[in-house]
């Protein structure tokens, strides 16, 4: 079970597990979390129902056809722009997601396919904003997950990814004017945990006591950059000492362990008003976009990743669990990939928007 870092407002936060250690569903291992690999066998939660389990496997499934479906649409030149893919990512994506509740609010990043599809999201819906096709919710004015959808509360990224912090916390502020009970959800990579941004985000909402979760998706390379030149300090974590806020360190390839430490951090926001800071260890398995050949990562670290796919570890579970059959999660992988080239087919038929659409909503008449 993943140990939080206890922030008493007005007092100094107590660390009850030693700064060189990472809490994982296996016990506490001693590792160097920018190099090394956690090894742990995965966690299983007692917050979450077989039937739930079930359901963070099929969404995991969902967005992993999704990335390969986007994947061969841009080798095919039929996905135009960046396409970003969260392979790697699925358990960090869609267990943090799946601990939140239907009124709180959720601010995505780009590789974070998996939690749209987990609140709720159509793959209609998904695919004409990533194809930019007009009738879509930014009018085929931009693709990827740059998009607002009110209804489920889903608020997609703005390119510059820090600035996201700051919303997040104006949108929990206001709705804690309010008197609304609502939580806010938003992500950061270890790139982006670098920028102003962050900082002034996060403290704003320490001091204002808003409860704003914050996942930092540490996928080890900010584009091409690793870690060992983006930040000194061995846990991202650490800094949540400083601010006031609860924080933890937790092996991101294990979707219950996200699941169960994310769940707890936003029932502990809701309740307390202290934002939490969580730093889910993980590997970007492609390039920073399907234009970037990833040469610049070893070999030897993809491989060493690869042993730890978030979907195959969770396929184990399954099959473990006699929840599916290997026969089974093949046909259901089948199936959602043939739905996915489908999507792709229907949408890729429709138009792009006309040339005036780029001129709407920029200016206030």
């Given at each position: 079970?993943?140990?939080?870092?206890?922030?008493?407002?007005?007092?100094?936060?107590?660390?009850?597990?030693?700064?060189?250690?990472?809490?994982?569903?296996?016990?506490?291992?001693?590792?160097?979390?920018?190099n090394?690999?956690?090894?742990?066998?995965a966690?299983?939660?007692?917050?979450?129902?077989?039937e739930e389990?079930?359901?963070?496997?099929?969404?995991?499934?969902?967005?992993?056809?999704?990335?390969?479906?986007?994947?061969?649409?841009?080798?095919?030149?039929?996905?135009?722009?960046?396409?970003?893919?969260?392979?790697?990512?699925?358990?960090?994506?869609v267990?943090?997601?799946?601990a939140?509740?239907?009124?709180?609010?959720?601010?995505?990043m780009?590789?974070?396919v998996?939690?749209?599809f987990?609140r709720g999201?159509?793959?209609?819906?998904m695919?004409?904003?990533f194809?930019?096709?007009?009738?879509?919710?930014m009018?085929?004015?931009?693709g990827?997950?740059?998009?607002?959808?009110?209804?489920?509360?889903?608020?997609?990224?703005v390119?510059?990814?820090g600035?996201?912090?700051?919303?997040?916390?104006?949108?929990?502020?206001?709705?804690?004017?309010?008197?609304?009970?609502?939580?806010?959800?938003t992500?950061?990579?270890?790139?982006?945990?670098?920028?102003?941004e962050?900082?002034?985000?996060?403290?704003?909402a320490?001091?204002?006591?808003?409860?704003?979760v914050?996942?930092?998706?540490?996928?080890?390379?900010?584009?091409?950059?690793?870690?060992?030149?983006?930040f000194?300090c061995?846990?991202?974590?650490d800094?949540a000492?400083?601010?006031?806020?609860?924080?933890a360190?937790?092996d991101?390839?294990?979707?219950?362990?996200v699941?169960?430490?994310?769940?707890n951090?936003?029932?502990?926001?809701?309740?307390?008003?202290?934002?939490?800071?969580?730093?889910?260890?993980?590997?970007?398995?492609?390039?920073?976009?399907?234009?970037?050949?990833?040469?610049?990562?070893?070999?030897t670290?993809?491989?060493e990743?690869?042993q730890?796919?978030?979907v195959?570890?969770?396929?184990?579970?399954?099959?473990?669990?006699?929840?599916?059959?290997?026969?089974?999660?093949?046909?259901l992988?089948?199936?959602?990939?043939?739905?996915?080239n489908?999507?792709?087919?229907?949408?890729?038929a429709?138009?792009?928007?006309?040339?005036?659409?780029?001129?709407?909503?920029?200016?206030?008449?």
């Open positions: 079970m993943a140990t939080v870092l206890q922030a008493p407002r007005g007092g100094r936060a107590k660390d009850e597990t030693k700064s060189s250690n990472v809490k994982t569903g296996g016990g506490t291992l001693k590792n160097n979390l920018v090394g690999i956690i090894t742990s066998k966690h299983l939660s007692s917050l979450l129902t077989d389990r079930k359901q963070l496997f099929f969404r995991m499934l969902q967005a992993r056809e999704f990335d390969l479906a986007m994947i061969r649409a841009y080798k095919q030149g039929r996905a135009f722009g960046g396409v970003y893919s969260q392979i790697g990512n699925e358990a960090s994506s267990g943090s997601a799946f939140l509740a239907a009124d709180d609010a959720y601010f995505p780009h590789r974070n998996g939690g749209h987990t999201q159509e793959l209609r819906t695919l004409m904003n194809l930019a096709r007009d009738g879509s919710m009018r085929g004015t931009d990827t997950g740059h998009y607002a959808d009110v209804s489920k509360k889903v608020f997609g990224n390119s510059h990814l600035s996201m912090i700051p919303v997040a916390a104006g949108y929990v502020m206001a709705a804690k004017m309010r008197g609304e009970n609502t939580v806010a959800m992500y950061i990579g270890d790139g982006g945990a670098q920028t102003g962050f900082h002034e985000g996060i403290n704003l320490a001091v204002q006591r808003l409860p704003l914050l996942i930092i998706e540490n996928n080890q390379y900010a584009y091409s950059s690793p870690n060992s030149v983006e000194a061995e846990r991202l974590s800094r000492l400083g601010y006031g806020c609860t924080g360190t937790i991101g390839t294990d979707v219950e362990l699941y169960e430490t994310c769940k951090a936003v029932e502990a926001a809701r309740k307390t008003g202290v934002p939490a800071i969580i730093e889910s260890v993980t590997m970007r398995m492609r390039g920073h976009a399907e234009h970037d050949d990833f040469s610049y990562v070893p070999g670290m993809i491989d990743w690869q730890r796919d978030p195959d570890r969770y396929t184990q579970v399954m099959i473990s669990r006699h929840l599916y059959t290997a026969e089974e999660i093949e046909s992988r089948k199936s959602l990939s043939e739905d996915m489908a999507a792709i087919d229907e949408v890729v429709l138009p792009f928007p006309a040339p005036e659409e780029g001129r709407k909503l920029v200016f206030v008449d």
